[in-house]
């Protein structure tokens, strides 16, 4: 089969081909490669062979050109390659843990190089404490991109990037298909995108090292702090228990307990975030009507209203309301916030005076008592109602086409007229 000159130039031109191939990678895995290689081939042969013998079987006697032959050589030789091929890939390790061995290998040299030698001078004796290794598996790498508050892509020192998932914590969505943007999802991301953009985190691994995403399940560190704790501190994520994952769930029930107790983040919003995840049941509303003025009688005709059963002064329930920011609060025309009115929170009301989205037009007083107090309504695409039932609970029912909250989602007979009673 080996004996022509072409044959010999062709083995020749294909170990050229291996040499540039396989130059940049381990040995072993270049090894695994080939025999898989070779048990492809050797099977491809092998049904060659069975349709035309001599096109295998080069040399010999023709009387020996059989598909009996031809099984024995070519099957022989492909159980062969491939008995190697999986005793090499059993050997290769994988980017992870040759990152995480030399990880190993650094920390095992640096309790080396820090063992303190004491010296007794009474007995002139020289004693070493015993030296044990960190067993805990810290990997170092670099963040390069945050896709939400709970997940991010690293680097690894070998170059390789994995996508990180926070273990024991749960963010809301901001990228779900099949999900809304949920509350605080938004600020939970920001906050880990400027927290952790560009810098170098240790990375501590649990029982599983990957969830069903393929995804490398950790805790992170950033200095002496880990990033699981800190967005349960700031009430952007809750405590979520993934077996068997579970080696500082108490400390961080603990950490979620104080967010509860004070409302921060999530907790803002009651019956919001739960032990299975976010409720979307849960209406949140972008912006409400809101007094925000009063103005003197006019002489002009008042306009003539519009006859309508919902009680228009009727505000909704506090955790009904949510805005994202001040700028939605003036949006709504409901600023300033009150301590205790709908939609109040402190991360609105930055200098903890209870009143929240303040403006110097909002401090001036009010006008004498024959004044007319007027009701501003906000904008239609800053309102949103989940459903009918939301609607009646903040005393909006029934809702006309063009009023804030309107959807032909919520007016199912067509007829201009929303969640009429």
Not at 64 to 78: A, D, E, N
Not at 125 to 146: C, D, G, L, Y
Not at 266 to 272: F, R, T, V
């Amino acid at each position: 089969m080996f004996k022509s000159k072409r044959s010999l130039v062709a083995m020749g031109f294909l170990l050229l081909i291996e040499i540039a191939i396989f130059s940049g990678i381990p040995f072993s895995e270049a090894l695994a490669v080939n025999f898989f290689l070779l048990t492809l081939f050797f099977f491809v042969a092998w049904l060659v062979g069975l349709i035309k013998p001599s096109l295998v079987l080069r040399w010999g006697d023709s009387s020996r050109k059989t598909r009996k032959i031809v099984s024995l050589y070519c099957l022989g030789s492909t159980v062969l390659s491939f008995i190697l091929f999986i005793s090499m890939a059993a050997t290769t390790k994988s980017p992870l843990e040759q990152v995480f061995d030399e990880q190993q290998a650094r920390n095992n040299d640096n309790v080396l190089a820090t063992s303190v030698i004491t010296y007794d001078a009474a007995k002139n004796v020289e004693r070493t404490p015993s030296i044990s290794a960190n067993s805990t598996k810290f990997i170092e790498a670099q963040v390069v991109s945050v896709t939400a508050g709970d997940t991010f892509t690293v680097k690894l020192k070998n170059g390789s990037k994995e996508k990180v998932r926070l273990i024991l914590v749960d963010t809301p969505e901001t990228k779900h298909p099949d999900k809304p943007v949920q509350p605080f999802g938004p600020e939970a991301s920001t906050f880990t995108t400027k927290l952790l953009t560009g810098k170098t985190v240790k990375l501590e691994l649990d029982v599983s090292e990957r969830d069903k995403y393929g995804r490398l399940f950790a805790y992170a560190y950033l200095g002496d702090r880990m990033v699981n704790e800190l967005l349960l501190e700031k009430g952007y994520a809750r405590v979520a228990v993934f077996p068997p994952n579970v080696k500082y769930v108490d400390q961080f029930r603990a950490i979620q307990k104080k967010a509860q107790e004070t409302t921060l983040g999530i907790w803002s919003i009651e019956d919001y975030a739960t032990d299975s995840g976010f409720n979307d049941n849960v209406v949140v509303a972008k912006a409400s009507p809101k007094a925000i003025g009063t103005a003197k009688p006019s002489p002009m005709p008042a306009a003539t209203a519009k006859p309508s059963t919902k009680p228009v002064t009727t505000k909704p329930s506090i955790e009904a309301v949510y805005y994202k920011n001040c700028t939605a609060v003036r949006a709504a025309g409901a600023d300033p916030l009150y301590k205790g009115d709908p939609g109040y929170r402190s991360a609105l009301d930055r200098d903890g005076d209870g009143i929240a989205c303040e403006t110097s037009s909002s401090s001036s007083s009010s006008t004498d008592s024959g004044s007319e107090q007027t009701i501003t309504e906000p904008q239609t695409d800053n309102v949103y109602y989940k459903n009918c039932t939301a609607v009646r609970n903040a005393g909006a029912a029934p809702i006309y086409a063009g009023e804030p909250g309107y959807s032909r989602k919520l007016d199912r007979d067509g007829d201009g007229v929303a969640c009429e009673k």
